[in-house]
Nanobody
């Protein structure tokens, strides 16, 4: 199972970025997908997740500014980030909880390599 992220970069405060993550491999079902982030010197934290049934959960720190969504194929997840702040600067990691083909209902977690988001004037 592979996760490939795109869309990070440098943006000014108040600006927007959209992150995308494509999940591929021998997959029966992607149970949940989402984004975590890790700023320098801090622990990795949840940003937003979306379930197979399109239920979403967004961290309080980004609620009202960030929106998570899945593509029609269910193997793509997007994170639309608006009104970005300095404190949103971090490496953003895509995450997927997956049931692989031939493994019954056993769930496994996979992570992308991360994409840098820098908010700076």
């Amino acid at each position: 199972v592979q996760l490939v992220e795109s869309g990070g970069g440098l943006v000014q405060p108040g600006g927007s970025l959209k992150l995308s993550c494509v999940v591929s491999g021998s997959i029966f079902r992607i149970v949940t997908m989402g984004w975590h982030r890790q700023a320098p010197g801090k622990q990795r934290e949840l940003v937003a997740v979306v379930t197979y049934d399109d239920e979403t959960n967004v961290a309080e720190s980004v609620k009202g500014r960030f929106t998570i969504s899945r593509g029609n194929d269910k193997n793509i997840v997007h994170l639309q980030m608006n009104s970005l702040k300095f404190e949103d600067t971090a490496v953003y990691y895509c995450y997927a909880e997956v049931i692989r083909l031939g493994e019954g209902l056993r769930k496994s977690d996979y992570w992308g390599q991360g994409t840098q988001v820098t908010v700076s004037s």
